[in-house]
């Protein structure tokens, strides 16, 4: 499940964009919605946040050849009304096996409209470009 619905994609999942991931074990998580009797999983996907700014950026390096830059971005627009994100992650990964390579590009870009007290929308969209080269 992403976001408490059915998944309807096949983009493998990546950490880049979430929040939190819920878990829901055993014949209980019936009770939290339609579910299987042995538990389902739950990932929350990022959302802006009106009230603070957040600015992460984080790279990685292997053996291989292989490295992945992450990048999060999130801006209050007008404060406790309107807000943007930006998450992206470029991974490239390194095979012993050369000209093999794998490389996946994401960026998502999430918006937070709060009009009135109790009224929020929430919009998503996430893009996603994935070529690989495998080994014989």
Excluded: C
């Excluded at 538990?39 to 009230?51: E, F, H, P, W």
């Excluded at 950026?57 to 050849?65: A, H, N």
């Excluded at 937070?112 to 969209?125: D, I, L, Q, V």
Aim: proline share 4%; aromatic share 10%; charged share 20%.
């Amino acid at each position: 499940m992403v976001g408490g619905f059915a998944a309807s994609s096949s983009l493998p999942i990546d950490p880049y964009n979430l929040d939190s991931v819920e878990i829901a074990r055993g014949p209980n998580s019936t009770t939290a919605g339609l579910s299987d009797a042995g538990g389902t999983v739950n990932l929350n996907l990022s959302r802006a946040n009106a009230t603070r700014e957040i600015s992460s950026i984080s790279s990685r390096v292997d053996s291989y050849g292989g490295y992945r830059v992450s990048l999060d971005l999130n801006r209050p627009l007008i404060r406790n009304q309107l807000a943007l994100r930006f998450a992206a992650v470029y991974n490239e990964v390194g095979y012993v096996r050369k000209p093999s390579v794998d490389r996946t590009n994401r960026q998502q870009l999430a918006l937070n409209f709060r009009p009135f007290r109790k009224t929020n929308f929430n919009a998503s969209y996430e893009l996603f470009h994935e070529w690989a080269q495998r080994a014989n």
